[in-house]
């Protein structure tokens, strides 16, 4: 079946560090995959999407100079969280699909803490 | 702009019980509908959507949602809850014309006593 893992499960950053988080895509090709964020008390925010061979395309909030985004192949994608403080942390979450007209599926996320 | 509501952040039902979980969508089109579940450190799992055709769809493990435009809503059915249905559930909507944005209520966590 199609899944996709996301790793670390969890991680704590200090506050102005970095932190990469990777997306594997297994059992389907991931031509587009999605970056999601739920922050504490939050539902899920789209952060970008990212298709391969196309241009990145973020969300309004969220820019490529604070969460850089690469997609080298149909079945891995990473997001790295640049400069973190306490507003970044939360659940990051990435779904992956083979194709427009196709369901997501989603990992299991990655949680950042914040210190 | 769609949006997802689900008035409910907490529902706590017995084992045997019927169960609905609400959801209210804002959206101009025919939006396409989700339900996930997120079972403790899982991901999201989908279980059932809603595309076009018949606005009661089946989904897995026995849940059903029906859609209905005059109310904008799609509520999560289960005739009878099982202790392992517990879990934070997400509605969420897509619109038809530019599917890639899926956009998600701040989810119910449903707590089955048993």
């Known amino acids: 079946g199609a899944l996709v893992y996301q790793y670390p499960r969890r991680t704590i950053c200090k506050s102005g560090t970095s932190m990469r988080m990777e997306c594997q895509a297994v059992g389907f090709q991931a031509t587009s995959v999605a970056w999601y964020r739920q922050s504490p008390q939050k539902t899920f925010e789209l952060i970008a999407l990212?298709?391969?061979?196309?241009?990145?395309?973020?969300e309004q909030n969220f820019t490529q100079e604070k969460f850089p985004i690469s997609h080298p192949n149909l079945s891995f994608s990473s997001m790295t969280v640049l400069n973190a403080y306490l507003e970044d942390r939360g659940l990051y979450l990435c779904?992956?699909?083979?194709?427009?007209?196709?369901?997501?599926?989603f990992g299991s996320g990655t949680r950042l803490l914040v210190i | 702009a769609q949006s997802v509501t689900q008035p409910d952040a907490r529902v706590t039902v017995s084992e045997g019980a019927s169960l609905q979980l609400r959801c209210k969508y804002s959206?101009?089109?025919?939006?396409?509908l989700f339900w996930y579940v997120q079972y403790p450190r899982q991901g999201l799992q989908l279980l059932l959507k809603y595309y076009s055709g018949d606005p009661v769809v089946q989904g897995v493990n026995g849940f059903e949602a029906e859609f209905i435009k005059s109310n904008s809503s799609f509520h999560l059915r289960k005739a009878s809850v099982h202790w392992s249905d517990s879990a934070v559930y997400f509605c969420a909507v897509s619109a038809t014309t530019n599917a890639y944005k899926v956009i998600f209520g701040k989810g119910t966590h449903l707590h089955v006593l048993p």
């Open positions: 959206y101009s089109g025919t939006p396409y």
């Open positions: 779904g992956a699909r083979p194709g427009a007209n196709s369901d997501y599926t």
């Open positions: 990212s298709t391969v061979n196309s241009a990145i395309k973020y």
